[in-house]
């Protein structure tokens, strides 16, 4: 034996079902006599950035996440600090926030930021002194630059 066979009922859900003439009309009349543009559209090409500067946007983000750019803007604390002499009355600026281990004037935020960027970037001259396609006087400048560099960012943390 055959299984019925239902009948088909319209979904109301369905875009082409109203009861209403009107909005047949204004659906249909319109677009007998319209027709869409031909468009010839190019599609937009973006190029990519050169790796330079990727490296240096990735820098200065590094260089602005390490020097405390958020602290600076939330807390806004001075730029730099003074305190006074108790011999001869003199007013000396301070670099470094005395007393509080997770606060810092700007100048010492900007400072050690500045410290850390440098050794980095003597890496990085390491890493380029090490490529063997390049002449031999090159070579010898980024690596005696990235020794000079990684040695005053790690002797600047001592002073």
């Given at each position: 034996m055959a299984p019925k066979s239902e009948p088909q009922v319209s979904d109301p859900s369905?875009?082409?079902?109203?009861?209403?003439p009107i909005f047949?009309?204004?659906?249909?009349?319109?677009f007998s006599y319209l027709r869409p543009p031909k468009l010839r559209l190019k599609i937009p090409t973006v190029n990519l950035p050169s790796s330079?500067?990727?490296?240096?946007?990735?820098l200065l983000t590094y260089f602005m996440v390490v020097s405390g750019i958020v602290y600076d803007v939330i807390v806004e604390p001075p730029?730099?600090?003074?305190?006074?002499?108790?011999?001869?009355?003199?007013?000396k600026p301070v670099v470094f926030m005395p007393g509080r281990v997770n606060g810092q004037y700007i100048i010492?935020?900007?400072?050690?930021?500045?410290?850390?960027?440098?050794?980095?970037?003597?890496?990085v001259l390491?890493?380029?002194a090490l490529d063997k396609n390049r002449e031999k006087s090159v070579k010898v400048s980024f690596a005696s630059a990235g020794i000079v560099f990684v040695v005053i960012a790690y002797v600047m943390r001592f002073i």
């Open positions: 369905d875009n082409d079902y109203s009861m209403d047949h009309i204004l659906r249909i009349l319109p330079m500067t990727v490296f240096t946007l990735i730029g730099i600090g003074s305190t006074q002499d108790r011999f001869t009355g003199a007013v010492e935020g900007l400072s050690s930021g500045f410290m850390f960027v440098l050794g980095g970037v003597g890496i390491l890493d380029l």
